[in-house]
């Protein structure tokens, strides 16, 4: 079936710093690729989602690359803001599957 | 324009007493609803979701169950609480296809005693 995972639980930086959290994916059908953000007692809201193969996605200062050859679609920011503190999930929903296939979620905290 | 509306916003409840909780999704015919649950500090787990009235998949069951009375309708229920139920209820839907976002609701918290 399909997968997410995001490698890091929980990621430290100091404001001003680049963000890269990682996510691949395993899947054997056509896929899109979503990144959710939920800030602390708040609902998820979507982030980013893919556009086509090696093409860049970008949001609110953060930006992602679905890159099909290594299943992967990491998100990235060039600066960290104390407010970009939040859980991140990676998700991706497939021609073969009704339903999201979430990762486990990567905690973001930013520290002046 | 689509709203998602769940209650309650919270509720606090005793280990053994039975629980509903709700999700109306307007604006929109036919969506996939979904139901996640997440325990305090923790990540979003899959629990049911549902394509059509009356048609409800579990993910995981947790000694839940779920039920899609109408088509903007969906629940979710227990008979008796554990103490492992408590965390945050997140109700979500989206339109269907591959490419289709989920919308989530403001979710519900649950506390039991």
């Known amino acids: 079936g399909d997968s997410v995972t995001q490698t890091e639980g929980l990621v430290t930086l100091t404001e001003g710093l680049p963000v890269m959290l990682n996510c691949t994916y395993q899947?054997?059908?056509?896929?899109?690729l979503f990144w959710y953000v939920q800030h602390l007692n708040e609902a998820p809201k979507l982030l980013l989602k893919s556009s086509t193969d090696n093409k860049r996605t970008e949001h609110q200062g953060f930006h992602a690359t679905l890159h099909k050859s290594s299943s992967s679609f990491h998100l990235q920011k060039s600066s960290a803001q104390l407010s970009d503190s939040a859980l991140y999930y990676c998700a991706l929903t497939s021609g073969g599957n009704y339903k999201p296939t979430f990762g486990k979620g990567t905690s973001l905290v930013v520290h002046p | 324009a689509q709203t998602i509306h769940q209650w309650p916003v919270a509720e606090i409840k005793a280990v053994g007493s039975p629980l509903s909780l709700g999700c109306t999704i307007k604006g929109k015919s036919s969506p996939n609803l979904y139901w996640y649950w997440q325990a305090t500090g923790g990540t979003l787990q899959q629990l049911f979701y549902s394509i059509t009235v009356g048609q409800v998949e579990s993910v995981v069951q947790l000694n839940l169950s779920a039920s899609r009375p109408k088509d903007d309708q969906f629940i979710l229920s227990t008979e008796k609480l554990l103490l492992s139920h408590s965390g945050f209820y997140l109700c979500?839907?989206?339109?269907?296809?591959?490419?289709?976002?989920?919308?989530f609701g403001h979710g519900t918290k649950l506390s039991v005693l």
């Open positions: 899947t054997a059908y056509s896929t899109f």
């Open positions: 979500a839907w989206s339109l269907r296809g591959a490419n289709e976002r989920l919308f």
